[in-house]
């Protein structure tokens, strides 16, 4: 019920250009022949309406624990590639080593690319559930990221929304 064009055919759209983002279809629509629509359309979750916000958020969350087909080398975009299993980062002709939190985090971001992340859910992959860390500790390892990301000439991928969270993104998307 979107205008110009119907959510499950944008939708399809995503699906079609290969875009793995995670979407979860809120709609009023609870019919079974809707929910498997939307489902078989390329929805990895489905929630009606009316719904409670704790019950939206855990299934944001089960969505976001969803990994997606690694590919052969690794994560991707534009020219940062991710090593999962050396916890490394190669960039250009640079190979630089993460701490495992800088690279949970920075795999979070790369998967949720082009897309604001809050600060709770970095803490939350970085950390686990119910951590008691700061925004300021998280502050730190997003400076530390930024630094061994980018190099003297290189892009600037990884941008701050303030107020929100983190992006990984190209500096003409911004």
């Known amino acids: 019920m979107l205008p110009r064009m119907d959510g499950l055919t944008v939708l399809r759209k995503l699906r079609d250009a290969r875009l793995n983002t995670p979407v979860i279809i809120v709609s009023a629509r609870d019919a079974g022949p809707d929910i498997v629509q ?4 390329g929805a990895d979750d489905y929630l009606t309406k009316p719904f409670e916000l704790d019950v ?3 299934r944001v969350r089960a969505v976001s624990r969803r990994a997606p087909a690694l590919q052969p080398g690794g994560l991707v975009f534009r020219d940062l590639k991710l090593k999962p299993a050396t916890y490394q980062i190669e960039r250009g002709d640079r190979t630089v080593s993460l ?3 800088e690279y949970i ?3 979070t971001l ?3 690319a082009g897309t604001v992340v809050p600060r709770q859910v970095l803490i939350e992959e970085g950390w686990g559930p119910g951590s008691d ?3 300021a500790n ?3 390892f997003v400076r530390a990221l930024r630094s061994k990301i980018t190099g003297p000439g290189e892009e600037e991928l990884l941008h701050t929304v303030r107020g929100v969270g983190y992006s990984i993104r190209s500096q003409d998307s911004c």
Do not use: I, P
């Open 38 to 41: 939307g489902l078989d359309s």
């Open 56 to 58: 939206l958020l855990a």
């Open 99 to 101: 701490t495992r939190t």
């Open 105 to 107: 985090l920075l795999e």
């Open 110 to 112: 790369v998967r949720r």
């Open 133 to 135: 860390v700061s925004d």
């Open 138 to 140: 998280l502050y730190f």
